[in-house]
């Protein structure tokens, strides 16, 4: 199923394989040595699977013996990973939606306040969702 031209969404970031906050942590600590999938699936906490579904589709770095065997070196899957899934910047006029998965540009944005939070509400030009982005969280002297 082909989405709408209108609907068509550029620079979308990789989901399928990122992993959470502990993972990452785990991840740093990989020696400089060759991993099999299912030691590296067990040393940093995912699944084997995900090595064969995601990373491997993705062009994360392997060596494959004369049996056809598989092998990641810990160090390059470090370095492969942090350029593979960059974390996204938003821009002074952008504004993340969390349906669409990406930054979108800030559109005719309201200027809204909740107690001593300000923010920019706004609507987003692919999926038409409510966005908000914080301005500040402090009182503003007016």
Known sequence: MDTPPDRVI????????????????????????????????????FT???????????????VKDETAHIFINGHEFYGWYQA???KQKL???EVYCVSCKCAVPLINPIAMQ????????????????K????ITNKRIND
């Open 10 to 45: 550029k620079n979308r970031p990789i989901l399928r394989g990122r992993l959470k906050g502990n993972q990452l942590r785990k991840l740093i600590g990989l020696l400089d040595m060759l991993y099999t999938p299912a030691e590296l699936a067990e040393a940093v906490g």
């Open 48 to 62: 084997r699977r995900q090595v064969y579904r995601a990373y491997l589709h993705l062009g994360c770095p392997h």
């Open 114 to 129: 909740k107690n001593n939070y300000h923010y920019w509400s706004a609507i987003c030009p692919n999926c038409h969702r």
């Open 91 to 93: 821009g002074e006029e």
């Open 84 to 86: 593979t899934y960059r």
């Open 131 to 134: 966005l908000a982005r914080a």
